[in-house]
C-alpha cells in the first residue's frame, strides 16, 4: 500500500463570529484554504467549542451558531489557548475577530505558547506602549511564533506590508495623510461635495447607520478613536526606520493623538445612543456652516490623519480641503 500523501492541515481558532468573522470563517471552510488548514474552534463572547478530535466533521457555515450554542462551553480563554498550544498538529492560528480589549492583552501569552496570532482587532497595537511592546517582543524575529495585523488599517489593502516594505528598503517617509474611516469617507462624500449640496449632516449619519456602515453607536465613529488608532499602528511601523517618529511619541497610543470629535458639544451630555440619535440633527447648523465655507473656498470638508515625518506630529482633524489634493502630492502616502 502507498503510503498516505495527505498534508497536515494547520489548526484555526476563530474568536469573534460578527460580519468579519463568518466571512472568515467561510473563506477557512472553502478552497483553496480548507486544503491547508482546520478550523478546530470557534467562539463568540459567550461560548466556545473545540473539535479537538481529528476525526470530527467540520463545523458548517450555515449551522454552526445552532452547534456553538447546544454543545459549546462557558467562554474559558486560558483553557482554549491550553488546548491550541497541545494540538498535536501545531503549532496553531489564533485569530481573534473581535474588538474587545481582554483578548490583545493576552497576545504576548498566547505568543509565547508557540501560537501564531492573526487580527484585524486594533486594540492590541493601538493602546498603552507597553502592550504594544510586549506583543512585538513575544513574536518574530524576536521569537518563534507570528502576528500578523495587516487588516487593522486599510482593511483588505496591503497598506502596512507595502510600507514596511518601503521602510525597510531605504525610502524615507516625509508624510502619510489621507482618509483613514470607510465610515467617515462614505458620511463625508456624500455631505460634503465639490458641486455642493444642502443635505442635512444628521441625515447622512442616519443613513450610514441604516446601512451598517457606522457602528451601533455612532459616536464610536464620529469620535475619530478609529482613525486615530490607525495613526498609532502606522507611526510605530514608521517609528523603526523614522527617527523623528520614535516608538515613545506615542505612550497611551491613540488616547495621545490629538483628536477632533464630530460629536457636537451641544449633544456631549447624551447619555445613550439613542438620545444621540434622536437629538443629532441639533448639531447640523455647525456642520452646515463649514461646508459652507468650504464650498466657497473651493473646497470640501473631509476627516484626515496626518502623520508628518519632518515634524514629528500625528493628528486627526476635520478639515477644509482642496478635491484630491492629497493623491497628487507624490511624497505623501494616500490611506483610504
Request: glycine residues 8%.
Amino acid at each position: 500500500m502507498a503510503p498516505s500523501t495527505q498534508t497536515k492541515k494547520t489548526p484555526v481558532a476563530l474568536v469573534g463570529l460578527g460580519g468579519v468573522g463568518v466571512a472568515v470563517m467561510q473563506q477557512l471552510l472553502s478552497p483553496p484554504l480548507s486544503a491547508k488548514f482546520r478550523l478546530v474552534m470557534i467562539a463568540n463572547s459567550k461560548k466556545y467549542l473545540y473539535h479537538s478530535k481529528s476525526s470530527a466533521p467540520d463545523f458548517s457555515p450555515t449551522t454552526f451558531l445552532n452547534e456553538l450554542n447546544s454543545q459549546g462551553q462557558p467562554i474559558d480563554l486560558p483553557a482554549m489557548i491550553g488546548a491550541l498550544a497541545t494540538h498535536p498538529d501545531g503549532p496553531a492560528i489564533f485569530i481573534d475577530s473581535t474588538a474587545t480589549d481582554a483578548i490583545p492583552a493576552l497576545y504576548p501569552t498566547i505568543l509565547q505558547m508557540n501560537i501564531h496570532v492573526v487580527t484585524p482587532n486594533k486594540k492590541g497595537f493601538s493602546g498603552n506602549l507597553s502592550l504594544a511592546q510586549s506583543i512585538i517582543n513575544a513574536s518574530y524575529p524576536k521569537q518563534g511564533s507570528l502576528v500578523y495585523g495587516e487588516s487593522t488599517v486599510g482593511a483588505g489593502l496591503p497598506i502596512l506590508s507595502t510600507l514596511r516594505d518601503l521602510l525597510e528598503t531605504g525610502d524615507e517617509i516625509i508624510k502619510i495623510e489621507g482618509v483613514f474611516s470607510g465610515t467617515l469617507s462614505y458620511i463625508f462624500n456624500e455631505f460634503s461635495k465639490v458641486e455642493g449640496g444642502d443635505v442635512k449632516f444628521s441625515e447622512v449619519v442616519k443613513i450610514a447607520k441604516d446601512k451598517g456602515y457606522t457602528e451601533p453607536d455612532p459616536r464610536d465613529d464620529l469620535s475619530g478613536a478609529d482613525v486615530a488608532r490607525k495613526l498609532t499602528i502606522l507611526t510605530r511601523l514608521c517609528s523603526t526606520q523614522t527617527p523623528s517618529l520614535p516608538y515613545s511619541l506615542l505612550p497611551e497610543g491613540y488616547a495621545s493623538v490629538p483628536t477632533s470629535s464630530l460629536v457636537p458639544e451641544v449633544l456631549q451630555g447624551c447619555k445613550t445612543k439613542e438620545e444621540y440619535v434622536e437629538r443629532l440633527e441639533e448639531g447640523d447648523a455647525e456642520m452646515s456652516k463649514l461646508r459652507e465655507e468650504a464650498f466657497k473656498e473651493g473646497k470640501v470638508v473631509r476627516y484626515v490623519g496626518v502623520i508628518d515625518a519632518k515634524t514629528g506630529k500625528v493628528e486627526a482633524k476635520l478639515e477644509k480641503s482642496v478635491p484630491s489634493v492629497v493623491a497628487n502630492t507624490p511624497s505623501h502616502l494616500l490611506i483610504t
